[in-house]
């Protein structure tokens, strides 16, 4: 500040811990930047669940060799008609991948306490489609926020948008959330084709492939697909790596 009370730049600084992806136009987009960790927010119903969109932003996190978790929201609907299997997402994505996996409910309270916890002194950036309720989860550990809530459209089953442009909120004098606005589309078009099996964590750990460039579709020797028939891999997690390796900015 001047002494006119004016603010002004005194230095631009590079940015650093960025979520990406390519935008439906094409466009290499940066969603959220210096952030110590990517959680994505999905819902195991209303709406339902992608595990495509799941995927991409892990992917993407990855990429940048951001820390990420997933926060399975709404886990008061689980055994509901439609709702995905939250001890089998565990598994593919906690056991087998790797990642931090939370149940979460903003109804009945569950899992809020480790929500606050994973998230405590860092900048973190929410990422999901619109209505998973990420906006909720904000809203739930700081009640005086005062955030709006969306829903889901009841015909389309997608959620409707009420987070329209990413916004960092502190929770306190440590801790930031930067909630992003809903996702329908989360292309990794940005990612190099033949470095794209390193953004699946769970491939590294299945020993060496016959090929040092092996892609882990066809080739002799494959130890990943070694890992899919033995389940040290889960088969969806591999084909939707195989789609990501042959789409041009195309989105599920």
Known sequence: MNKQGAWYVEKILDRKGCLERT????????????????VVVASIASPPLRRGFIDRALASADWNHLPAALVLNKIDLAGTMDAACPETLEKVYGELAGYTVLKTSTVTGQGMENFKKLI???TVALAGIS???????????HPELNLRVGSVNAKTTKGRHTTVSARLIPLDSNTFLMDTPGL????????????LKFCFAEFNGVGACKFRDCLHETEPEC????????????????????KLLHEENTYS
């Not at 329908?184 to 470095?195: K, L, M, Q, T, W």
């Open 131 to 141: 209505a998973t309720g990420k906006t909720s989860l904000i809203q739930a550990i």
């Open 223 to 242: 130890a990943v697909l070694e890992a899919v028939k033995n389940g040290q891999v889960d088969k969806e997690r591999h084909l939707s790596y195989l």
């Open 184 to 195: 329908r589309a989360f292309s990794v078009d940005h990612i190099p084709r033949a470095e």
């Open 120 to 122: 405590a002194g860092k």
């Open 23 to 38: 935008s439906p136009t094409g466009r290499h987009q940066v969603l959220a930047a210096n952030i110590d960790l990517v």
